[in-house]
């Protein structure tokens, strides 16, 4: 179920997000950044640290989560909204749902591994406990184009 429009001046979290993203990529980490919001105010943020971390699970939402959670010290996170570069994985979707997280926004959809609308519908999934509104594509095009430049000089 998708969000309204994101209200005017939220695109700023994006662009934390997407700051996080290329701090990824200058790691050598695929370029992604999520930051979690509440009351305006960020209070967690994360970017992909799988190769850093030797960790399958350190993907930049569930990076993010884990600080928001720990600066709570809550691991419900009512109320918030997480920004992201790219659509989340099935694991970050159901780390949303478990977090109950109030908002997803995300910039470019992943083809091949998006749980969100791209391969999965895994937050519109009636089965689920919570729910969990979002929009897709906001500064999507930016996103989408420092994923594809990222992977283009892997390759080269």
């Known amino acids: 179920m998708e969000a309204e429009q994101v209200p005017v001046g939220e695109a700023r979290f994006m662009h934390a997000a997407y700051a996080l993203a290329e701090q990824a990529a200058r790691e050598g980490e695929v370029p992604v950044g999520a930051v979690v919001v509440l009351n305006d105010q960020i209070i967690g943020e994360g970017f992909n640290q799988t190769l850093t ?34 659509e989340p994985c099935t694991m970050c979707a159901g780390a949303l749902i478990h977090a109950r997280v109030a908002r997803l926004y995300f910039g470019a959809r992943e083809p091949r591994g998006g749980a969100v609308v791209s391969t999965l519908q895994t937050l519109d999934n009636p089965s ?28 080269a």
């Not at 030797?54 to 909204?81: C, K, M, S, W």
């Not at 999507?140 to 992977?151: I, P, R, Y």
């Open 128 to 155: 689920v406990n919570h729910r969990v509104h979002y929009q897709a594509g906001l500064c999507g095009e930016q996103c989408g184009a420092l994923m594809s430049e990222f992977f283009r000089r892997r390759r």
């Open 53 to 86: 971390r030797a960790d399958p699970t350190a993907h930049a939402e569930i990076v993010a989560l884990r600080d928001a959670a720990a600066r709570l010290g809550n691991h419900r996170l009512v109320g918030t909204d997480v920004y992201v570069t790219i």
